[in-house]
């Protein structure tokens, strides 16, 4: 099936299986301990309860607007104009297509977890499971590492010109997704195992396009 890959594709295909494998087994981990009241669920009993600053005004937009950063539709349509923009310069749909198959798989994984789990937000006070909430796992969380990272994956492989030469996109991905999930916690919006599932999906999906991407061999791509 992989007869016409390098071995160097072959490798960095089955190094994102492995690790979108590992990523999700950690997801299953904060699930479980989610679901059977552990240690984490605990833990986000602690973080709910330390002491939150109030904010108004512009340091409230501020917040909101690093919040917007893990927002689907924002980030979904920057993900969409930088792929068709960077397939254009490249003459290839693969960029757009990669693009497209990660929201899918956003929607998909993350919209049915969040249905099948049903978690109060915990704004609401109570903790509950399999009620009408959409807490766990964090889209916002999942959404930020997916969308960003697919986005500086298709520019480390596409745009092999300055400024982007030995440039190291992941930093910019981690301070996003971190902020994210920061704000969350301080908006008090989810709760702490809502965003580290998120992460761990989002990640998890994120590996796995790689490994789609790295599974294709394309006349079109860079190596």
């Not at 301070?175 to 580290?196: G, K, Q």
Request: aromatic share 12%; charged share 15%; with cysteine.
């Amino acid at each position: 099936m992989f007869e016409n890959l390098s071995l160097e594709r072959k490798a960095e295909m089955w190094k994102a299986i492995r690790g979108s494998i590992w990523l999700f087994f950690g997801f299953l981990i904060v699930t479980q301990q989610v679901l059977a009241k552990g240690y984490l669920y605990q833990f986000d009993r602690w973080v709910k309860h330390l002491k939150r600053h109030t904010f108004h005004g512009l340091s409230s937009h501020m917040l909101l607007a690093v919040d917007d950063l893990g927002l689907r539709g924002f980030t979904a349509t920057v993900l969409i104009i930088s792929a068709l923009l960077i397939g254009w310069r490249f003459r290839s749909w693969r960029p757009f297509n990669l693009s497209v198959l990660s929201l899918l798989l956003l929607n998909g994984v993350v919209g049915l977890s969040k249905l099948a789990f049903h978690r109060v937000k915990p704004r609401l006070a109570n903790d509950l499971l399999h009620t009408s909430g959409l807490s766990y796992p964090s889209g916002h969380a999942a959404n930020a590492l997916l969308t960003w990272g697919l986005l500086a994956y298709l520019i480390f492989r596409y745009t092999q010109k300055e400024p982007f030469v030995g440039m190291r996109l992941d930093w910019p991905v981690g301070i996003i997704t971190l902020s994210v999930c920061i704000v969350s916690l301080m908006r008090d919006t989810h709760w702490f195992s809502d965003l580290l599932g998120g992460l761990l999906l989002g990640g998890s999906l994120l590996v796995f396009v790689i490994a789609v991407d790295r599974a294709v061999p394309s006349a079109k791509q860079p190596s």
